[in-house]
């Protein structure tokens, strides 16, 4: 039987080692993109975290300076009423009383200002606290994910390179005739496998019946054969 024929499973070897090849050589294509879109992801993340922290520190920032200004207007309001200690005329002591009372309405814009600014202070503390525990956790686990990725690539890329050594030595022991028919036929099929076995007279490449003429050339001359549908060697596993 062709099938058992030492030359043939040597074909066959070849062949497995070529498909195990070219699935890597795929898988590899898409690890650039894969680790790119991982750290993508990462980096909305951790920007989501900048964000809410940034919000927070600029209303921290707010409520500080309109702290400050209201201590200056109060400190402004403090010398007002030094000086009128010191008038003597009625319209000057006057005056001074309306400028405080314009100090005291720019405080009490400002108190306003400062209640709202600690009211949002506690949501954007909250949504910040919560952001940098579970994010940063996220982070962490994306992080892994995506080591984890770029580490299974780094041995898919050295199997690879075994892999590939192996098949030239796998070609070595290959029988010439076989091998160049082999050769042929993964420029012509589009898709592998190159090599289907027969069942119930179907190739399983491209699962069309195959001739009477491919079944005798298989089982009875015992040639390597092509389907005569899709152009695969085919053989019987037996
Ligand atoms: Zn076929």
């Not at 920032?61 to 200056?72: G, W």
């Not at 027969?198 to 699962?207: M, N």
Request: a negative charge; one cysteine or more.
């Amino acid at each position: 039987m062709l099938f058992q024929d030492p030359d043939f499973q040597n074909l066959l070897l070849l062949h497995s080692r070529d498909r195990r090849c070219q699935k890597l050589i795929e898988e590899l294509k898409e690890l650039p993109e894969d680790l790119a879109r991982l750290d993508r992801n990462i980096d909305v993340e951790k920007k989501s975290v900048e964000l809410a922290l940034a919000e927070w520190k600029s209303l921290e920032s707010q409520n500080n300076t309109l702290e400050k200004e209201i201590l200056s207007l109060n400190d402004q309001i403090a010398k007002q009423r030094n000086r009128q200690l010191e008038v003597k005329k009625n319209e000057e002591y006057q005056a001074l009383e309306n400028e405080i009372a314009s100090l005291q309405q720019k405080i009490e814009e400002r108190e306003n200002q400062q209640i709202e600014v600690l009211l949002k202070i506690d949501g954007a503390r909250e949504t910040a606290e919560i952001a940098q525990g579970k994010i940063t956790q996220r982070v962490a686990e994306m992080e892994d994910q995506r080591n984890k990725r770029a580490s299974i690539g780094e041995e898919r890329k050295l199997e690879l390179e075994e892999l590939k050594k192996e098949i030239e030595e796998t070609r070595k022991g290959v029988d010439p005739t076989f091998l160049s028919t082999y050769d042929r036929v993964t420029k012509i099929v589009s898709r592998p496998p190159y090599m289907a076995p027969i069942a119930d007279q179907k190739c399983s490449g491209c699962h069309l019946r195959v001739s009477n003429d491919v079944v005798s050339s298989v089982l009875v001359e015992k040639k390597i054969t092509q389907c005569d549908q899709c152009g695969r060697i085919v053989y019987v596993e037996r």
